[in-house]
Nanobody, 115 residues
Framework: QVQVRESGGGLVQAGGSLRLSCAASGSIVGINSMGWYRQAPGKQRDLVAS???????IYADSVKGRFTISRDTAKNTVYLQMNSLEPEDTAVYYC?????????WGQGTQVTVSS
């Protein structure tokens, strides 16, 4: 089992920045990738950004140039630096850890961007 713990959400004005953190613990050998998804009220959960064990990154088009995903392999932690936040970024952000064929989710952290 992999435990996933998120932190760093909150309320920020449009144009501001936040950094989310996600730490994986437990049976972490074999983790393929870690990333962030988000889900706004009434909408599906969508990928925001992910990073593989090899360091390859993927971003949703809507966040390219504004968000940056990075990792600290020694701490089994990934970060999502979110700049130039927009009200449309308001959502619950979930950390996702993929290990072989299994996906593990955090409890979610709320990000609210006021206009």
């Amino acid at each position: 089992q992999v435990q996933v713990r998120e932190s760093g959400g909150g309320l920020v004005q449009a144009g501001g920045s936040l950094r989310l953190s996600c730490a994986a613990s437990g049976s972490i050998v074999g983790i393929n990738s870690m990333g962030w998804y988000r889900q706004a009220p009434g909408k599906q959960r969508d990928l925001v950004a992910s990073i593989t064990s090899g360091g390859n990154t993927i971003y949703a088009d809507s966040v390219k140039g504004r968000f940056t995903i990075s990792r600290d392999t020694a701490k089994n932690t990934v970060y999502l630096q979110m700049n130039s936040l927009e009200p449309e970024d308001t959502a619950v952000y979930y950390c996702n850890v993929r290990k072989w064929a299994q996906a593990y989710w955090g409890q979610g952290t709320q990000v609210t961007v006021s206009s």
